[in-house]
């Protein structure tokens, strides 16, 4: 009972709850103080992802550069394939499905949120797309002058920006969504979309189950072996990944039950595994193009332009690879997109993050889950090129 009243999925849930009830019950007086506590949150939140985009993005280059072979370059591919392929997927069916949902987009009855008392502004080191930019470049100019002690120094930077999020954003989290959800509920607009809310989420869920068939089936018919021997071992995986919210926190279950499926390579699965653990994130990644384009609707009254899902989608691939394997790694990591490409503004952040935190458990399930995939992939492609066991 401790353990679970100490894990974050039941924090967040309480969070929400608390939230909503509390939302209903206060006054416009006490509506300012709760405004700007989450004002003041998200300033420190938005502060923080340059410095996770940095964090996180050059020193994978660095490693990546550092032991650049055949497989290496291999794995990348299908993880960034597998990544825009689900973001594709998910933006038709967002385009499919979002305008016949129950969403309502007219904000005619809602409550207007009192004007925050206490403004604490925080500005970024540097806008989100320089950071990207700056990342990119360091880390591939690392790797050609072979500069040791940046690629250390990128590694403790990594270290650092790991425990700013374990030890002070994902704690504040919880406080986060609260008080979003106090806002909204104040606002009315949980009333409004609570129908909306649990049909995407149970959308969501549905699409992580059709990616984790298409990529077992393509990837047991490229290396001629049976994908369910791979498949039948992830259930311990799947149920730790849904419990931690974390890749990393449930690595030693997946690669324990790697190495129980008769047609993964041993070298494969100690290669890929944690690999992939880190770059691969496909399940995040199509649980978040559709809760943007259905906040989008809801919000702003429309779905971003195809034009613009594509863009959002190629770019959001790329931050997958280096998004930290914490929960929200990957909306964390994007945030600039989500600001920069789709034209969210504060509101639609704050929602964004509390709706993505909800279900983040489950998306980072069907991640861990596709990595086995993918390692029968390699294994496949391994056999295939005469790459030799080792």
């Known amino acids: 009972m401790k353990k679970l009243l100490n894990s974050l999925p039941f924090r967040l849930i309480v969070a929400l709850a608390v939230g909503i009830l ?16 989450q004002y003041i949150l998200g300033q420190l939140i938005t502060f923080c992802v ?14 990546m550069g550092s032991n650049a072979s055949r497989m290496l370059l291999v794995a990348v591919l299908i993880a960034y394939l597998s990544s825009i392929c689900a973001a594709f997927m998910s933006t038709a069916a967002g385009y499919a499905l979002i305008p016949h949902l129950s969403i309502v987009t007219d904000i005619e009855g809602l409550r207007e949120l009192p004007a ?9 080191i540097m806008p989100v797309m320089s950071a990207l930019a700056f990342s990119l470049l360091l880390g591939l100019a690392a790797v050609w002058t072979k500069s040791r002690t940046t690629c250390t120094l990128l590694e403790e930077f990594q270290n ?3 425990k700013i999020v374990e030890r002070v954003i994902i704690p504040l989290l919880p406080f986060y969504i609260c008080a979003t959800f106090c806002n909204l509920s104040y606002e009315g607009m949980i009333t409004h979309q609570l129908p909306a809310f649990v049909q995407v989420i149970a959308i969501v869920m549905l699409g992580h189950y059709i990616w984790l068939a298409v990529l077992y089936l393509v990837a047991g018919a490229y290396s001629g072996r049976s994908p369910w021997e791979v498949l039948r071992h992830y259930g311990p995986a799947y149920l730790t990944a849904v419990g931690t919210m974390s890749s990393a926190a449930t690595l030693s279950v997946a690669l324990d039950g790697a190495r129980k499926s008769k047609v993964l390579r041993r070298d494969m699965v100690d290669f890929g595994v944690p690999l ?13 193009v559709f809760f943007c384009m259905t906040i989008s609707k809801m919000l702003y009254g429309q779905v971003p332009a195809l034009g613009t899902m594509i863009l959002f ?8 690879i280096g998004a930290p394997g914490v929960p929200g790694g990957t909306v964390m990591a994007s945030l600039g997109l989500i600001i920069g490409v789709l034209g969210f503004d504060d509101a639609g952040t704050a ?13 980072t399930a069907c991640n861990v889950t596709g990595d086995g995939a993918l390692t029968l992939f390699l ?12």
């Open 22 to 37: 509390l939302g209903r019950l206060f006054g416009e007086s006490v509506m300012k103080i709760v405004v700007s506590i």
């Open 50 to 63: 340059p410095l996770i985009v940095i964090g996180f993005i050059a020193p994978s280059i660095t490693r």
């Open 116 to 124: 925050v008392v206490f403004q604490l502004n925080i500005p970024q």
């Open 160 to 162: 650092i920006v790991l």
């Open 276 to 288: 992939f653990a880190n770059i691969h994130l496909c399940g995040s990644v199509l649980t978040e």
């Open 313 to 320: 989608c190629l770019l959001l691939g790329v931050f997958a």
């Open 351 to 363: 929602l964004m993050l509390a709706i993505f935190a909800l279900q983040d458990s489950f998306g």
């Open 379 to 390: 294994t496949g492609y391994a056999d295939k090129h005469g790459i030799r066991e080792v």
